[in-house]
């Protein structure tokens, strides 16, 4: 009988400590599942505000866009010419103020350097804004031969405006 008590306390010992070992395994399987599922959550988070920020980004850059406008105000059969220089004006038919030395110009899809294009508003401002007649003498080294043409002016912000013209003989 001796023997069978100190067998079955022997088994309650085991059990005892299977249980503790399960717990303690449960444990740590918890504790890494934990620390885990905050990593992901960190992680997605982070995702989450940087493409909320560059939404807002673009969001702002396409109101601006919608906002602004520009009009080629020449006659496309009499562009102004003098001595290798061209004048083109464009005037800010949109809601928003532009800076006249963030103007890119392009002359049959050849963009102007800066250097070669200089700007000036008829009012002598410094702000091209909504209303304002912005004047641009683009210098070209070689004259445009007779024929078809074509001139994109285009705002700091992507908002351009293009015109056909003819050059005669």
Same mark, same amino acid.
Do not use: H
């Given at each position: 009988m001796a023997m069978i008590h100190m067998l079955s306390k022997e088994k309650n010992d085991i059990i005892k400590n299977t249980n503790a070992e399960t717990a303690i395994t449960h444990m740590i399987f918890?504790?890494?599942a934990?620390?885990?599922?905050? +990593?992901v $959550? *960190?992680?997605?988070?982070?995702?989450?505000? +940087?493409? $909320? *920020?560059?939404?807002g980004v673009s969001s702002k850059v396409l109101s601006e866009q919608m906002r602004t406008d520009i009009t080629?105000?020449?006659?496309?059969?009499?562009?102004p010419y003098n001595d290798g220089i061209y004048s083109f004006y464009a005037k800010n038919t949109g809601k928003t103020e532009l800076s006249p030395e963030f103007i890119t110009v392009l002359v049959d899809g050849?963009?102007?350097?800066p250097q070669y294009v200089d700007t000036t508003l008829m009012d002598g401002d410094v702000t091209w804004r909504p209303g304002d007649v912005l004047v641009l003498n683009v210098t070209k080294e070689d004259a445009l031969m007779p024929g078809d043409h074509r001139v994109l002016i285009a705002a700091e912000n992507g908002k351009?405006?293009?015109m056909s013209f003819k050059i005669r003989q």
């Open positions: 918890f504790i890494a934990m620390i885990i599922a905050i +990593s $959550v *960190a992680f997605v988070s982070a995702d989450v505000q +940087s493409m $909320v *920020a560059s939404s080629i105000i020449n006659d496309p059969e009499l562009i050849i963009m102007m350097e351009s405006a293009s």
